[in-house]
């Protein structure tokens, strides 16, 4: 690996490279990282933007949806001259204006099973910032066969949920382990009937983020096999352990 930097970068991460667990070589790992978000609503958009100033070289952006209104109070990228605009390209826009070089590849589509190898293969980090279960079930499965790393969060009123899995290792439990597709409800995840807190979604996000930057400097623990609950009215936090299921 080429450990050199321009001036340029040395400058601009160099707060992170000070950290005696990142240097230049973790900024290195950091630039040449390929980070794939799904969904730019409350959870990618601060997921994006922090992967962006740390450096992160290649990112792709999936979402399907234009800037609305009641957007504006929790997705973090998007301002009222966005509104009806896609948001993949609006949020485009702002991150290249927070760092030039990063390569940024736009999909306005939404992910279903006929679409998704030729979207996800590149990537080898994934963050779920979807809002319905049928794409967090589809992105489980996709990224278990795919041995990716999938980072999914989950937000509802005052609540976050954070669940992290390296399928590149053996036995490791997946979504299904702790939700049932047959028994769940989007209903939870519907900001419009639940409610959602805007600062909870991106506190959620930035968790997400800050996941894949440890996993890519292989730094830290991580949640491998746990799900992080946040109660953030209460301010209360849980680790709970996820056992991997028979057949699952």
Same mark, same amino acid.
């Given at each position: !690996?080429?450990s050199?930097?321009? $001036?340029?970068? &040395?400058?601009?991460?160099? #707060?992170?490279?000070?950290?005696k667990? +990142?240097?230049?070589?973790?900024? #290195?790992?950091?630039?040449?990282? $390929?980070?794939?978000?799904?969904? !730019?609503? @409350?959870? @990618?958009?601060?997921?994006?933007?922090?992967?962006t100033?740390?450096?992160?070289? =290649?990112?792709? +952006?999936v *979402?399907?949806?234009?800037?609305d209104? =009641?957007?504006?109070? #929790?997705?973090?990228?998007?301002?009222? %001259?966005?509104?009806?605009?896609?948001k993949? !390209?609006?949020?485009?826009?702002?991150?290249?204006?927070?760092?030039s070089k990063? /390569?940024? =590849?736009?999909? /306005?589509i939404r992910?279903?099973?006929n679409?998704?190898?030729?979207?996800?293969?590149g990537?080898?980090?994934?963050?779920?910032?979807?809002?319905?279960?049928?794409?967090?079930?589809?992105?489980? %499965?996709?990224c $278990?066969?795919?041995? /990716?790393?999938?980072?999914?969060?989950?937000? =509802?009123?005052?609540?976050?949920?954070?669940?992290?899995?390296?399928? /590149? $290792?053996?036995?490791?439990?997946?979504i #299904?382990?702790?939700?049932?597709?047959?028994?769940?409800?989007? *209903?939870?995840?519907?900001?419009?009937y639940?409610?959602?807190?805007?600062?909870?979604?991106?506190?959620? @996000?930035?968790i997400?983020?800050?996941?894949? &930057?440890k996993? +890519?400097?292989?730094?830290?623990?991580?949640?491998?096999?746990y799900?992080?609950?946040?109660?953030?009215?209460?301010?209360?936090?849980r680790?709970?352990?996820?056992?991997?299921?028979k057949?699952?």
């Amino acid at each position: !690996m080429n450990s050199k930097l321009n $001036k340029n970068q &040395l400058e601009r991460f160099s #707060r992170q490279i000070v950290l005696k667990n +990142i240097g230049i070589l973790g900024q #290195r790992k950091i630039i040449q990282s $390929k980070v794939l978000i799904i969904g !730019m609503g @409350g959870l @990618g958009c601060p997921a994006a933007e922090f992967l962006t100033r740390a450096g992160v070289g =290649s990112l792709g +952006i999936v *979402d399907s949806d234009n800037v609305d209104l =009641s957007n504006i109070h #929790r997705q973090s990228l998007y301002n009222i %001259d966005d509104l009806k605009k896609s948001k993949v !390209m609006a949020a485009k826009r702002k991150l290249k204006k927070i760092n030039s070089k990063i /390569k940024i =590849s736009c999909h /306005k589509i939404r992910l279903n099973q006929n679409n998704y190898r030729k979207i996800i293969e590149g990537y080898d980090y994934i963050i779920d910032g979807s809002d319905n279960f049928k794409t967090k079930f589809l992105l489980n %499965d996709i990224c $278990k066969v795919s041995n /990716k790393f999938l980072i999914t969060g989950a937000i =509802s009123k005052f609540d976050g949920h954070i669940f992290t899995f390296d399928f /590149k $290792k053996k036995n490791t439990p997946c979504i #299904r382990s702790f939700f049932q597709e047959e028994k769940i409800s989007d *209903d939870i995840l519907n900001c419009e009937y639940e409610g959602i807190l805007g600062t909870v979604a991106g506190i959620i @996000g930035t968790i997400q983020a800050n996941e894949v &930057l440890k996993k +890519i400097l292989n730094i830290g623990k991580n949640l491998n096999g746990y799900i992080l609950i946040l109660d953030l009215l209460n301010l209360s936090f849980r680790k709970v352990k996820l056992n991997k299921l028979k057949n699952v």
